[in-house]
């Protein structure tokens, strides 16, 4: 188990979305967040108590959290310095990173010689089986995006939340380091083999009662010339009956990708169904999530009109205004 509370560690970030993994876990775990440790040029912040090592331990923090998400996972050797002087301060450290804490030396030594505990979030704890295609019984709910990190954790755990204050069945289901560091469990998905990818979002989805609900962290995007495999394991594996469409309306390009532009929401709409459609012919699109985060009230409220009346399903920003729109439509599926 890892321990809490956490110094949420964003080193230096280039900009907020590098460091979705702190921000994530900030806005859905508060209570487990002590501050934030930030190196020259970093470019994100939290909003939280800017703390050195020994501020943080004095104020109780047990685990350094690895808060950025850059590409390819990989820890750089800026951040070794401090990582080590975190184990000696008497931290844990947590990751999600492709680039593994045990399998970096100088880390590794340390640890073992001041007895601390590395936590690599992205490794797969169960050997996962090739995925069936069989039906399952209960229900689940999809958030698929037009690009990667534009609200489909977010999406899920908002819709999770809303399923249960109504007293409705419903479990978040985490498939990413984000989402695992903020339940405590679920698949690294983009960590496991090609070949059990859509198997394990089967063991991650089995069967329940009839009128519950898995809510579904969704990944990459079928549009994302990087990650689209994920998506494509998801949709296969999670046999989804409910799909959400996740949008940000201010990118002029995909995340990492700057020759490709963003596909419409007609097009991820219709690409979606007809993949979700090989698994389960009665899967539907209920609502649109759009992340508004960067659009002032005003621009908010005019975007989410006018894509309302283009695509004819509810269109809300869940983390903003609240998820019970995306609700009523799921619960209106019976």
Known sequence: MIETPYLLFLGDAPDALAAKVAQGIKDWRPDNCVGQFRMDGCK????????????????????????????????SQAWKKVLVEALEEGFDIASGLHNLLRNEPDLKAVAEATGRTLHDVRIPTVQYPIANGEKRTGKRCLAVGTDCSVG???????????MKERGLKSSFRATGQTGILITGEGVPLDAVIADFMAGSVEY?????????????????????????????????????????LCHEPTREHMRGL?????????????????????????????????????????????????????????????????????????????
Not at 216 to 228: N, P, V
Request: proline fraction near 4%.
């Open 44 to 75: 994100a912040n939290l909003g939280l108590t800017d703390m050195t090592l020994a501020e943080a331990k004095a104020a109780g923090a047990k685990t350094l959290v690895i808060g950025v998400a850059n590409r390819g996972g990989m820890i």
């Open 152 to 162: 489909k954790m977010y999406t899920a755990l908002a819709m999770d939340k809303e």
């Open 204 to 244: 991650l989805t089995p069967d329940n009662d009839a009128d519950h609900w898995d809510m579904i962290e969704g990944q990459g995007s079928l549009f994302h010339a990087s990650y689209s495999g994920v998506t494509m394991a998801l949709v296969h594996g999670g046999q989804p009956d409910a799909l959400v």
């Open 258 to 334: 700057p020759s490709y532009k963003l596909p419409t929401l007609e097009a991820l709409r219709d690409v979606a169904l007809t993949l979700a459609h090989v698994v389960n012919a009665g899967c539907t699109v209920i609502g649109i999530s759009v992340n508004t985060q960067h659009l002032s009230d005003d621009e908010a409220n005019a975007y989410l009109a006018e894509v309302e009346e283009r695509m004819g399903l509810p269109a809300v920003d869940p983390f903003r205004l609240g998820a019970g729109r995306l609700v009523d439509a799921l619960v209106a599926l019976g």
